[in-house]
């Protein structure tokens, strides 16, 4: 993947994953992650898992965005685990068929950016 | 606390909770629990918290559930941990001006279940 591929990463779209499909490596993620430089790698459940930890002013306003990652989710066929709480929302994006992370992860996690920015 | 009053926790309200407030004891948790038996306590944080996880067909119906219960906490004031992902929902109850528990907890755990139920 090249970094012009990397400045529009919001722009991609999901691909269809199965389960005998690779992680991605170290090196692709390093590469990636140059394009969600916000969002960190979580390892806590064993499994590597985007993370990214959004606020805003009050609970409606968090759940309001959690609603707005459910219909992207929806949308791509692609589902994370949306943390809500008061003040902030907590989205983690991983791959349940392969037990770590995809290329669609950071797809997902860059399409998250750009719904919090807009 | 008597048993009666354990019957229809779900009909009770938050109560105002001053961050000088007692946590609730051990023997009160205990009596408690027993209104919401599909309930743990969960201590990962150092913090105690009422924990449970409800199942869903797919992640529209455990979103819509996400929402239900945003409703009931801003009608209380008193605000979980709602974790949504595919087909489940994970709502964590706690009272972060104590740190821990208190009967507001429960009652919104009871409240939580009977909008699982109905």
């Known amino acids: 993947m090249n970094s012009s591929n990397n400045a529009s990463l ?10 005998d ?17 916000l969002w960190g790698i979580s390892n806590v459940t064993g499994v590597d898992q985007l993370v990214r930890t959004y606020t805003f002013k009050n609970f409606v306003e968090a759940l309001k965005f959690t609603n707005r990652v459910g219909d992207i989710a929806e949308k791509e066929n692609h589902h994370p685990e949306i943390r809500t709480e008061w003040g902030k929302v907590t989205v983690l994006w ?14 997902m996690a860059a ?4 719904l919090f920015e807009n």
């Open 111 to 114: 399409q998250t950016d750009q």
């Open 10 to 19: 919001h722009e991609h779209h999901c691909d269809a994953c199965r389960s």
């Open 21 to 37: 499909a690779a992680p991605i490596t170290e090196f692709e993620a390093k590469e990636l992650m140059t394009s969600i430089p």
């Open 94 to 107: 991983w791959t349940h068929k392969i037990s770590g992370l995809h290329k669609n992860d950071f797809v």
